[in-house]
Protein backbone atom coordinates (compact mmCIF):
# COMPACT_ATOMS: atom_id res chain seq x y z
CA UNK A 1 0.00 0.00 0.00
CA UNK A 2 1.35 3.50 -0.55
CA UNK A 3 3.11 5.35 2.17
CA UNK A 4 0.32 7.48 4.05
CA UNK A 5 1.47 10.57 5.17
CA UNK A 6 1.60 9.97 8.51
CA UNK A 7 2.10 6.69 10.29
CA UNK A 8 3.70 3.48 9.30
CA UNK A 9 3.91 1.58 5.76
CA UNK A 10 4.61 -1.71 5.88
CA UNK A 11 7.92 -2.67 2.98
CA UNK A 12 9.14 -5.90 1.44
CA UNK A 13 12.01 -5.66 4.63
CA UNK A 14 10.48 -4.02 7.23
CA UNK A 15 7.85 -1.47 8.18
CA UNK A 16 8.61 2.70 7.48
CA UNK A 17 7.56 4.85 9.77
CA UNK A 18 6.57 9.14 8.74
CA UNK A 19 6.15 11.86 11.86
CA UNK A 20 5.22 15.45 11.46
CA UNK A 21 7.01 16.59 14.58
CA UNK A 22 8.81 20.55 13.75
CA UNK A 23 8.87 20.60 17.84
CA UNK A 24 11.44 18.02 18.27
CA UNK A 25 15.20 18.11 17.21
CA UNK A 26 15.75 14.44 17.04
CA UNK A 27 13.69 11.80 16.69
CA UNK A 28 13.68 8.09 17.17
CA UNK A 29 11.75 4.87 16.87
CA UNK A 30 12.24 2.42 20.14
CA UNK A 31 11.59 -1.36 19.26
CA UNK A 32 12.33 -3.53 21.79
CA UNK A 33 14.35 -1.49 23.69
CA UNK A 34 17.09 -0.25 21.15
CA UNK A 35 16.39 3.09 19.49
CA UNK A 36 15.94 3.72 15.16
CA UNK A 37 16.69 7.23 14.55
CA UNK A 38 14.65 9.02 11.97
CA UNK A 39 15.57 11.36 9.37
CA UNK A 40 14.61 14.91 8.99
CA UNK A 41 12.71 15.94 6.07
CA UNK A 42 11.56 19.33 5.01
CA UNK A 43 8.50 20.82 6.61
CA UNK A 44 9.17 19.29 9.81
CA UNK A 45 8.79 15.59 8.53
CA UNK A 46 10.55 12.72 10.29
CA UNK A 47 11.03 8.98 8.03
CA UNK A 48 13.19 6.23 8.70
CA UNK A 49 12.56 2.45 7.77
CA UNK A 50 13.64 0.01 10.30
CA UNK A 51 14.51 -3.28 9.17
CA UNK A 52 12.83 -6.59 10.13
CA UNK A 53 10.00 -5.26 11.62
CA UNK A 54 6.47 -5.98 11.01
CA UNK A 55 2.87 -6.52 11.52
CA UNK A 56 2.59 -6.91 15.51
CA UNK A 57 5.37 -4.86 16.25
CA UNK A 58 5.54 -2.60 19.36
CA UNK A 59 7.33 0.85 19.04
CA UNK A 60 7.69 4.51 20.59
CA UNK A 61 7.97 7.93 19.37
CA UNK A 62 11.76 9.00 21.28
CA UNK A 63 12.03 12.61 21.80
CA UNK A 64 15.06 14.16 22.72
CA UNK A 65 16.54 13.72 26.21
CA UNK A 66 14.31 9.99 25.90
CA UNK A 67 10.72 10.59 27.09
CA UNK A 68 8.82 7.39 24.80
CA UNK A 69 5.50 8.40 23.14
CA UNK A 70 3.03 6.62 20.90
CA UNK A 71 2.81 7.41 17.61
CA UNK A 72 -0.85 9.46 17.08
CA UNK A 73 -1.28 8.00 13.96
CA UNK A 74 -0.79 4.05 14.93
CA UNK A 75 -3.53 1.94 14.10
CA UNK A 76 -3.38 -0.08 17.22
CA UNK A 77 -2.74 1.02 20.92
CA UNK A 78 -2.43 -2.28 22.58
CA UNK A 79 -2.06 -0.85 25.94
CA UNK A 80 -4.24 1.94 25.60
CA UNK A 81 -3.65 5.65 24.95
CA UNK A 82 -0.78 5.99 26.79
CA UNK A 83 1.22 3.19 26.02
CA UNK A 84 3.33 1.87 22.89
CA UNK A 85 1.96 1.62 19.34
CA UNK A 86 1.37 -1.33 17.65
CA UNK A 87 2.32 -1.87 13.51
CA UNK A 88 -0.85 -2.96 11.98
CA UNK A 89 -1.47 -4.31 8.59
CA UNK A 90 -4.92 -4.25 7.15
CA UNK A 91 -4.23 -5.91 3.81
CA UNK A 92 -3.67 -9.33 5.92
CA UNK A 93 -7.45 -9.40 6.49
CA UNK A 94 -9.61 -11.97 3.79
CA UNK A 95 -12.58 -9.85 2.97
CA UNK A 96 -15.21 -12.44 2.52
CA UNK A 97 -17.44 -10.72 0.64
CA UNK A 98 -17.27 -7.60 -2.13
CA UNK A 99 -20.26 -4.94 -1.16
CA UNK A 100 -20.81 -1.97 -2.89
CA UNK A 101 -22.98 -0.27 -0.38
CA UNK A 102 -26.35 0.88 -0.13
CA UNK A 103 -28.27 4.08 -2.11
CA UNK A 104 -28.81 6.51 0.15
CA UNK A 105 -32.98 5.97 0.48
CA UNK A 106 -32.18 2.76 1.67
CA UNK A 107 -30.17 3.77 4.83
CA UNK A 108 -31.74 2.82 7.85
CA UNK A 109 -29.77 3.66 10.94
CA UNK A 110 -29.12 1.73 14.04
CA UNK A 111 -26.70 3.37 16.44
CA UNK A 112 -24.91 1.67 19.21
CA UNK A 113 -22.59 1.94 21.75
CA UNK A 114 -19.92 -0.78 21.09
CA UNK A 115 -19.50 -1.24 25.03
CA UNK A 116 -22.89 -0.75 26.09
CA UNK A 117 -24.53 -2.67 23.22
CA UNK A 118 -23.47 -6.08 24.76
CA UNK A 119 -21.86 -7.57 28.34
CA UNK A 120 -18.88 -8.35 26.47
CA UNK A 121 -18.50 -5.07 25.55
CA UNK A 122 -15.99 -6.02 22.28
CA UNK A 123 -16.80 -5.36 18.30
CA UNK A 124 -16.87 -9.23 17.72
CA UNK A 125 -19.65 -10.02 20.64
CA UNK A 126 -21.90 -6.75 18.66
CA UNK A 127 -21.32 -8.58 15.27
CA UNK A 128 -22.97 -11.66 16.59
CA UNK A 129 -26.28 -9.37 17.19
CA UNK A 130 -26.10 -8.27 13.60
CA UNK A 131 -28.39 -11.22 12.12
CA UNK A 132 -31.11 -9.68 14.38
CA UNK A 133 -30.77 -6.10 13.37
CA UNK A 134 -31.04 -7.76 9.78
CA UNK A 135 -33.85 -9.27 10.55
CA UNK A 136 -35.54 -6.19 12.45
CA UNK A 137 -35.09 -4.12 9.21
CA UNK A 138 -32.70 -1.82 9.62
CA UNK A 139 -29.77 -1.63 6.68
CA UNK A 140 -27.00 0.50 8.33
CA UNK A 141 -25.15 -0.12 11.96
CA UNK A 142 -23.75 3.09 12.78
CA UNK A 143 -21.18 2.54 15.57
CA UNK A 144 -20.30 5.48 18.16
CA UNK A 145 -16.72 6.45 18.00
CA UNK A 146 -14.26 3.65 18.59
CA UNK A 147 -11.26 5.30 18.56
CA UNK A 148 -9.01 5.10 21.62
CA UNK A 149 -9.54 7.21 24.35
CA UNK A 150 -8.27 6.83 28.39
CA UNK A 151 -9.54 4.54 30.35
CA UNK A 152 -11.89 1.44 29.20
CA UNK A 153 -15.22 3.18 29.49
CA UNK A 154 -16.43 6.35 27.45
CA UNK A 155 -18.77 7.59 24.84
CA UNK A 156 -16.08 7.94 22.11
CA UNK A 157 -15.90 11.76 21.84
CA UNK A 158 -12.78 11.92 24.13
CA UNK A 159 -10.79 10.05 21.59
CA UNK A 160 -7.12 10.82 20.63
CA UNK A 161 -5.51 8.39 17.92
CA UNK A 162 -8.03 8.92 15.20
CA UNK A 163 -5.91 6.38 12.93
CA UNK A 164 -6.49 3.61 15.57
CA UNK A 165 -9.33 1.37 16.93
CA UNK A 166 -9.88 1.27 21.02
CA UNK A 167 -8.16 -2.24 22.16
CA UNK A 168 -11.09 -2.95 24.85
CA UNK A 169 -13.47 -3.18 22.01
CA UNK A 170 -11.16 -5.46 19.75
CA UNK A 171 -8.67 -3.38 17.92
CA UNK A 172 -8.29 -2.74 14.64
CA UNK A 173 -8.83 -6.41 12.92
CA UNK A 174 -12.12 -6.96 15.35
CA UNK A 175 -13.42 -4.02 13.44
CA UNK A 176 -12.43 -5.35 9.87
CA UNK A 177 -14.30 -9.13 10.73
CA UNK A 178 -17.67 -6.17 12.47
CA UNK A 179 -17.72 -4.92 8.86
CA UNK A 180 -16.89 -8.10 6.95
CA UNK A 181 -20.06 -9.63 8.98
CA UNK A 182 -22.21 -7.13 8.54
CA UNK A 183 -21.58 -7.09 4.58
CA UNK A 184 -22.25 -10.64 4.61
CA UNK A 185 -25.81 -9.70 5.81
CA UNK A 186 -26.58 -6.92 3.43
CA UNK A 187 -25.59 -4.16 5.85
CA UNK A 188 -23.59 -1.28 5.39
CA UNK A 189 -21.59 0.19 8.12
CA UNK A 190 -21.48 3.75 9.21
CA UNK A 191 -18.65 5.12 11.49
CA UNK A 192 -18.92 8.10 13.87
CA UNK A 193 -15.50 10.28 13.71
CA UNK A 194 -14.97 13.15 14.85
CA UNK A 195 -12.55 15.98 14.00
CA UNK A 196 -13.51 18.75 15.54
CA UNK A 197 -11.57 18.35 18.51
CA UNK A 198 -9.08 16.02 21.03
CA UNK A 199 -9.59 14.75 24.25
CA UNK A 200 -8.09 15.50 27.15
CA UNK A 201 -6.17 12.76 28.53
CA UNK A 202 -3.60 11.24 25.89
CA UNK A 203 -3.16 13.82 23.10
CA UNK A 204 0.53 13.99 22.66
CA UNK A 205 0.34 15.95 19.70
CA UNK A 206 1.15 19.47 20.43
CA UNK A 207 4.33 18.33 21.74
CA UNK A 208 5.35 16.95 18.19
CA UNK A 209 3.69 19.67 16.25
CA UNK A 210 1.42 22.93 16.21
CA UNK A 211 -2.14 21.22 16.04
CA UNK A 212 -3.99 23.32 17.90
CA UNK A 213 -4.66 27.04 18.01
CA UNK A 214 -5.99 29.29 20.21
CA UNK A 215 -7.33 31.49 16.87
CA UNK A 216 -9.90 29.21 16.99
CA UNK A 217 -11.94 28.06 20.07
CA UNK A 218 -14.61 25.42 20.72
CA UNK A 219 -16.40 24.21 23.70
CA UNK A 220 -13.33 21.32 24.32
CA UNK A 221 -10.78 24.46 24.26
CA UNK A 222 -8.73 25.19 21.72
CA UNK A 223 -9.34 24.27 18.00
CA UNK A 224 -7.66 22.44 15.51
CA UNK A 225 -5.45 24.40 13.34
CA UNK A 226 -6.68 23.81 9.90
CA UNK A 227 -6.01 27.04 8.04
CA UNK A 228 -2.89 28.06 9.73
CA UNK A 229 0.26 28.55 7.97
CA UNK A 230 1.16 25.01 9.04
CA UNK A 231 -2.31 23.36 7.84
CA UNK A 232 -1.33 20.92 5.30
CA UNK A 233 0.29 17.85 7.48
CA UNK A 234 -3.12 19.10 10.31
CA UNK A 235 -5.88 18.73 7.71
CA UNK A 236 -3.89 15.61 5.96
CA UNK A 237 -3.92 13.67 9.31
CA UNK A 238 -7.07 14.22 9.57
CA UNK A 239 -7.84 13.25 6.05
CA UNK A 240 -5.94 10.38 6.28
CA UNK A 241 -8.02 8.82 9.16
CA UNK A 242 -10.78 9.58 7.66
CA UNK A 243 -9.85 7.98 4.18
CA UNK A 244 -8.14 5.10 5.79
CA UNK A 245 -12.09 3.90 7.18
CA UNK A 246 -13.72 3.56 3.83
CA UNK A 247 -10.47 2.23 1.98
CA UNK A 248 -8.58 0.03 4.64
CA UNK A 249 -11.98 -1.34 7.05
CA UNK A 250 -14.11 -0.61 4.02
CA UNK A 251 -16.63 1.73 6.02
CA UNK A 252 -20.06 2.62 3.93
CA UNK A 253 -20.45 5.63 5.43
CA UNK A 254 -18.92 8.33 7.99
CA UNK A 255 -20.65 10.88 10.06
CA UNK A 256 -18.86 13.90 11.15
CA UNK A 257 -19.31 14.86 14.65
CA UNK A 258 -20.74 18.97 15.49
CA UNK A 259 -19.61 19.90 12.11
CA UNK A 260 -19.84 23.12 13.07
CA UNK A 261 -17.31 23.45 15.84
CA UNK A 262 -15.13 22.20 13.01
CA UNK A 263 -13.25 26.18 12.86
CA UNK A 264 -11.77 26.11 8.80
CA UNK A 265 -11.47 29.76 7.83
CA UNK A 266 -9.13 28.37 4.14
CA UNK A 267 -10.43 28.32 0.77
CA UNK A 268 -11.71 25.02 0.92
CA UNK A 269 -13.30 23.79 4.30
CA UNK A 270 -12.37 20.26 5.51
CA UNK A 271 -15.49 18.75 5.43
CA UNK A 272 -15.80 19.90 1.59
CA UNK A 273 -12.51 18.04 1.13
CA UNK A 274 -13.40 15.20 2.58
CA UNK A 275 -16.28 14.65 0.48
CA UNK A 276 -14.35 15.30 -2.38
CA UNK A 277 -11.75 13.00 -1.09
CA UNK A 278 -14.30 10.19 -0.38
CA UNK A 279 -16.03 10.56 -3.58
CA UNK A 280 -13.61 9.99 -5.41
CA UNK A 281 -12.26 6.91 -3.65
CA UNK A 282 -16.03 5.57 -3.91
CA UNK A 283 -15.69 5.77 -7.98
CA UNK A 284 -12.65 4.35 -8.08
CA UNK A 285 -13.98 1.35 -6.19
CA UNK A 286 -17.32 1.33 -7.65
CA UNK A 287 -18.80 1.43 -4.45
CA UNK A 288 -21.19 3.95 -2.99
CA UNK A 289 -20.17 5.72 0.54
CA UNK A 290 -21.64 8.33 1.96
CA UNK A 291 -20.39 11.34 4.30
CA UNK A 292 -23.41 12.18 6.78
CA UNK A 293 -22.96 15.92 9.19
CA UNK A 294 -24.25 16.17 12.65
CA UNK A 295 -24.56 19.98 12.03
CA UNK A 296 -26.51 22.52 14.82
CA UNK A 297 -26.63 25.48 12.24
CA UNK A 298 -29.48 24.20 10.32
CA UNK A 299 -27.21 25.38 7.04
CA UNK A 300 -27.58 23.62 3.74
CA UNK A 301 -24.89 24.78 2.70
CA UNK A 302 -23.90 21.19 4.31
CA UNK A 303 -25.42 19.36 1.80
CA UNK A 304 -25.24 21.99 -1.53
CA UNK A 305 -22.40 20.89 -4.17
CA UNK A 306 -19.30 22.47 -4.27
CA UNK A 307 -18.17 25.17 -5.05
CA UNK A 308 -20.76 26.77 -2.35
CA UNK A 309 -21.06 23.47 -0.87
CA UNK A 310 -20.03 20.90 1.42
CA UNK A 311 -21.04 18.19 -0.55
CA UNK A 312 -22.28 16.02 2.38
CA UNK A 313 -24.79 12.96 1.50
CA UNK A 314 -26.94 13.88 4.64
CA UNK A 315 -27.63 16.18 7.33
CA UNK A 316 -28.58 14.87 11.11
CA UNK A 317 -31.89 16.79 11.40
CA UNK A 318 -33.11 17.38 15.46
CA UNK A 319 -35.49 19.55 14.80
CA UNK A 320 -38.18 16.19 14.39
CA UNK A 321 -36.65 14.72 18.09
CA UNK A 322 -36.78 18.56 19.54
CA UNK A 323 -40.18 18.88 17.86
CA UNK A 324 -41.64 15.52 18.78
CA UNK A 325 -40.01 15.76 22.39
CA UNK A 326 -40.99 19.20 23.52
CA UNK A 327 -44.57 17.78 22.58
CA UNK A 328 -44.77 14.96 24.11
CA UNK A 329 -43.28 15.39 27.36
CA UNK A 330 -43.62 19.41 27.82
CA UNK A 331 -40.37 19.77 28.53
CA UNK A 332 -38.97 23.12 27.55
CA UNK A 333 -36.03 23.56 28.97
CA UNK A 334 -32.25 24.91 27.17
CA UNK A 335 -33.15 24.44 23.05
CA UNK A 336 -36.35 22.81 23.78
CA UNK A 337 -37.90 26.26 24.61
CA UNK A 338 -38.27 26.82 20.69
CA UNK A 339 -40.54 23.99 20.88
CA UNK A 340 -43.59 22.26 21.27
CA UNK A 341 -46.51 23.37 19.10
CA UNK A 342 -47.78 20.66 16.62
CA UNK A 343 -47.50 22.34 13.83
CA UNK A 344 -43.31 22.28 14.33
CA UNK A 345 -43.87 18.86 14.38
CA UNK A 346 -45.88 18.69 11.20
CA UNK A 347 -43.06 21.44 9.86
CA UNK A 348 -40.31 19.08 10.41
CA UNK A 349 -42.42 16.34 8.80
CA UNK A 350 -43.04 18.10 5.75
CA UNK A 351 -39.81 20.55 5.15
CA UNK A 352 -36.68 18.98 7.33
CA UNK A 353 -36.24 21.59 9.32
CA UNK A 354 -38.55 23.69 11.28
CA UNK A 355 -35.53 26.97 11.78
CA UNK A 356 -34.90 28.04 8.32
CA UNK A 357 -34.30 31.32 9.68
CA UNK A 358 -36.65 31.89 11.67
CA UNK A 359 -36.11 33.82 15.09
CA UNK A 360 -34.82 31.41 17.81
CA UNK A 361 -35.36 32.52 21.41
CA UNK A 362 -32.84 29.64 22.89
CA UNK A 363 -30.16 31.25 20.53
CA UNK A 364 -31.18 34.80 20.87
CA UNK A 365 -30.81 35.51 16.94
CA UNK A 366 -32.52 34.11 13.49
CA UNK A 367 -31.68 30.10 12.99
CA UNK A 368 -31.02 28.18 10.12
CA UNK A 369 -31.72 28.76 6.69
CA UNK A 370 -33.90 27.91 3.61
CA UNK A 371 -33.92 24.17 2.61
CA UNK A 372 -36.47 24.14 -0.63
CA UNK A 373 -35.11 21.81 -3.12
CA UNK A 374 -33.50 19.20 -1.05
CA UNK A 375 -34.83 15.57 -1.01
CA UNK A 376 -36.57 14.07 2.09
CA UNK A 377 -33.40 11.79 2.28
CA UNK A 378 -30.78 14.25 2.49
CA UNK A 379 -31.82 14.34 6.25
CA UNK A 380 -31.22 11.63 9.09
CA UNK A 381 -34.10 12.23 12.11
CA UNK A 382 -34.78 10.22 15.27
CA UNK A 383 -37.08 9.97 17.98
CA UNK A 384 -34.12 9.30 20.41
CA UNK A 385 -30.16 8.94 19.69
CA UNK A 386 -26.88 8.96 22.05
CA UNK A 387 -27.11 12.65 22.39
CA UNK A 388 -30.61 13.56 23.57
CA UNK A 389 -30.43 10.41 25.27
CA UNK A 390 -27.25 10.85 27.37
CA UNK A 391 -26.96 14.29 27.96
CA UNK A 392 -30.03 14.45 30.27
CA UNK A 393 -28.74 14.38 34.01
CA UNK A 394 -29.99 10.56 34.64
CA UNK A 395 -29.94 9.14 31.22
CA UNK A 396 -33.72 8.78 30.52
CA UNK A 397 -35.38 6.83 27.07
CA UNK A 398 -38.87 8.06 26.26
CA UNK A 399 -39.74 4.21 27.24
CA UNK A 400 -39.23 5.75 30.74
CA UNK A 401 -40.79 8.97 30.52
CA UNK A 402 -43.91 8.19 28.64
CA UNK A 403 -46.98 5.94 28.91
CA UNK A 404 -45.93 3.07 26.91
CA UNK A 405 -48.80 3.16 23.60
CA UNK A 406 -47.00 6.17 23.15
CA UNK A 407 -44.09 4.96 21.57
CA UNK A 408 -46.09 2.79 18.93
CA UNK A 409 -47.33 6.20 16.76
CA UNK A 410 -43.90 8.19 17.38
CA UNK A 411 -42.26 5.01 15.98
CA UNK A 412 -44.54 5.57 12.83
CA UNK A 413 -43.97 9.38 12.20
CA UNK A 414 -40.35 8.38 12.27
CA UNK A 415 -39.94 5.32 10.21
CA UNK A 416 -42.57 6.04 7.88
CA UNK A 417 -42.18 9.80 7.98
CA UNK A 418 -39.16 11.93 5.61
CA UNK A 419 -36.24 11.79 6.55
CA UNK A 420 -33.99 8.66 6.54
CA UNK A 421 -34.70 7.39 9.90
CA UNK A 422 -31.76 6.43 12.72
CA UNK A 423 -32.97 4.05 15.76
CA UNK A 424 -30.91 3.96 18.85
CA UNK A 425 -29.88 0.97 19.91
CA UNK A 426 -32.79 -0.66 22.30
CA UNK A 427 -35.51 2.11 20.72
CA UNK A 428 -37.09 -0.86 19.09
CA UNK A 429 -38.33 -3.12 22.04
CA UNK A 430 -38.79 0.03 24.43
CA UNK A 431 -35.24 -0.22 26.77
CA UNK A 432 -35.70 0.96 29.78
CA UNK A 433 -32.51 1.19 31.41
CA UNK A 434 -30.72 4.58 30.98
CA UNK A 435 -28.05 5.51 28.84
CA UNK A 436 -26.28 7.92 30.63
CA UNK A 437 -22.57 10.02 30.46
CA UNK A 438 -20.11 8.11 31.70
CA UNK A 439 -16.15 8.19 31.72
CA UNK A 440 -13.13 6.32 32.94
CA UNK A 441 -10.03 8.99 33.01
CA UNK A 442 -7.25 7.92 34.47
CA UNK A 443 -5.73 11.39 35.37
CA UNK A 444 -6.93 12.08 38.85
CA UNK A 445 -7.09 16.30 38.67
CA UNK A 446 -9.23 15.35 35.30
CA UNK A 447 -11.78 12.86 36.91
CA UNK A 448 -12.35 14.74 39.52
CA UNK A 449 -13.15 18.20 37.38
CA UNK A 450 -15.34 15.80 35.33
CA UNK A 451 -17.56 14.18 37.52
CA UNK A 452 -18.01 17.48 39.62
CA UNK A 453 -18.67 19.78 36.57
CA UNK A 454 -21.27 17.19 35.54
CA UNK A 455 -23.01 17.53 39.13
CA UNK A 456 -22.51 21.28 39.22
CA UNK A 457 -24.24 21.26 36.07
CA UNK A 458 -27.26 19.51 36.75
CA UNK A 459 -27.73 20.86 40.43
CA UNK A 460 -27.90 23.97 39.34
CA UNK A 461 -30.69 23.31 36.64
CA UNK A 462 -32.64 21.63 39.24
CA UNK A 463 -32.32 18.29 38.20
CA UNK A 464 -30.89 16.74 41.58
CA UNK A 465 -27.33 14.63 41.84
CA UNK A 466 -26.84 12.76 38.55
CA UNK A 467 -25.33 9.95 38.33
CA UNK A 468 -21.23 10.26 38.76
CA UNK A 469 -19.58 9.81 35.01
CA UNK A 470 -16.33 7.82 36.76
CA UNK A 471 -18.27 5.84 38.67
CA UNK A 472 -18.32 1.92 36.69
CA UNK A 473 -21.78 1.31 37.68
CA UNK A 474 -23.29 4.45 35.75
CA UNK A 475 -21.75 2.31 32.28
CA UNK A 476 -23.08 -0.86 33.93
CA UNK A 477 -26.54 0.18 34.30
CA UNK A 478 -26.16 2.21 31.07
CA UNK A 479 -25.80 -1.56 29.05
CA UNK A 480 -28.91 -3.20 27.12
CA UNK A 481 -31.07 -5.80 29.01
CA UNK A 482 -32.39 -7.15 25.12
CA UNK A 483 -35.86 -7.72 26.68
CA UNK A 484 -37.88 -9.97 24.48
CA UNK A 485 -40.37 -10.75 26.47
CA UNK A 486 -44.45 -9.20 26.69
CA UNK A 487 -45.03 -6.21 25.31
CA UNK A 488 -41.06 -5.48 24.52
CA UNK A 489 -41.31 -8.09 22.36
CA UNK A 490 -44.70 -6.54 20.43
CA UNK A 491 -42.89 -3.48 20.24
CA UNK A 492 -39.91 -4.75 18.42
CA UNK A 493 -42.99 -6.47 15.86
CA UNK A 494 -43.82 -3.44 15.10
CA UNK A 495 -40.96 -1.46 14.50
CA UNK A 496 -40.17 -5.05 11.94
CA UNK A 497 -43.78 -4.44 10.63
CA UNK A 498 -43.11 -0.10 10.00
CA UNK A 499 -39.81 -1.36 8.66
CA UNK A 500 -41.37 -3.79 5.99
CA UNK A 501 -43.98 -0.82 5.02
CA UNK A 502 -40.60 1.73 4.54
CA UNK A 503 -39.07 -0.73 2.06
CA UNK A 504 -41.81 -1.14 0.18
CA UNK A 505 -42.27 2.32 -0.31
CA UNK A 506 -38.79 3.21 0.09
CA UNK A 507 -38.24 5.21 -3.10
CA UNK A 508 -41.24 7.47 -2.68
CA UNK A 509 -40.39 8.09 0.76
CA UNK A 510 -37.11 9.43 0.18
CA UNK A 511 -37.89 11.46 -3.05
CA UNK A 512 -41.09 12.97 -2.24
CA UNK A 513 -42.18 15.33 0.74
CA UNK A 514 -45.44 14.05 1.85
CA UNK A 515 -48.65 16.06 2.57
CA UNK A 516 -49.04 17.07 5.72
CA UNK A 517 -52.58 17.52 7.43
CA UNK A 518 -52.89 18.22 11.31
CA UNK A 519 -55.96 18.16 13.81
CA UNK A 520 -54.71 18.96 17.22
CA UNK A 521 -51.59 16.68 17.97
CA UNK A 522 -52.64 13.72 15.18
CA UNK A 523 -50.78 14.08 12.06
CA UNK A 524 -51.54 12.69 8.40
CA UNK A 525 -49.05 12.16 6.02
CA UNK A 526 -50.02 11.35 2.30
CA UNK A 527 -48.05 10.29 -0.34
CA UNK A 528 -49.10 7.78 -3.36
CA UNK A 529 -49.58 4.90 -2.02
CA UNK A 530 -49.36 5.25 1.59
CA UNK A 531 -51.16 7.38 4.20
CA UNK A 532 -50.09 7.15 7.32
CA UNK A 533 -51.80 8.74 10.80
CA UNK A 534 -50.59 9.02 14.04
CA UNK A 535 -51.70 10.47 17.31
CA UNK A 536 -48.69 12.12 19.59
CA UNK A 537 -51.51 12.85 22.56
CA UNK A 538 -53.40 10.67 25.21
CA UNK A 539 -56.84 12.38 23.71
CA UNK A 540 -58.66 11.09 20.82
CA UNK A 541 -57.65 13.06 18.34
CA UNK A 542 -58.87 12.72 14.80
CA UNK A 543 -60.60 9.87 15.33
CA UNK A 544 -57.69 7.62 16.50
CA UNK A 545 -57.77 7.27 19.65
CA UNK A 546 -55.16 8.26 22.32
CA UNK A 547 -51.89 7.64 20.92
CA UNK A 548 -53.41 5.78 18.45
CA UNK A 549 -52.42 5.46 14.95
CA UNK A 550 -52.80 4.04 11.55
CA UNK A 551 -51.07 2.93 8.02
CA UNK A 552 -52.48 2.48 4.62
CA UNK A 553 -50.85 1.23 1.94
CA UNK A 554 -54.12 1.71 -0.57
Known sequence: MPLATHGTEITTGGVRFRTWAPRVERLAVRIDGADHPLSPAPGGWWTGEVRGAGHGTRYQLVLPGGRALPDPASRAQPEGVHGPSEVFDPA?????????????????????????????????????????????????????????????????????????????????????????????????????????????????????????????????????????????????????????????????????????????????????????EVSALARREGRRIHVIAENDDNDRRVLDPPPAGWGCSAVWADDLHHAIHALVTGERERYLADFGAPEQVARALSEGFVFQGEPSAYRGRPHGTRVAGLAPSRFVACAQNHDQIGNRPHGERLAALLPWPALEPIAALVLLGSALPLLFMGEEYGET???????????????????????????????????????????????????????????????????????????VIAARWPEVAREGAAFTLRRPGLTVRANLSDRDEAGLGPWGWSVDEG
Open 92 to 276: RHRWRRAFAGLPLEALVFYELHVGAFTEAGTLDAAAEALPGLAELGVTCVELMPVQPFAGARNWGYDGVQSWAVHAAYGGPAALQRFVDRAHALGLAVCLDVVYNHLGPEGNYLPQLAPYLTDRHRTPWGDGLDLDGPAAGPVRAYFLGAALQWVRDFRVDALRLDATHAIRDGGPRHLVAELCD
Open 433 to 507: RPFQYFTSHGDAGLARAVSEGRRAEHIARGHGEPPDPQDERTFLGSRLSHRRDGRHAALREHHRRLLEVRRRHRD
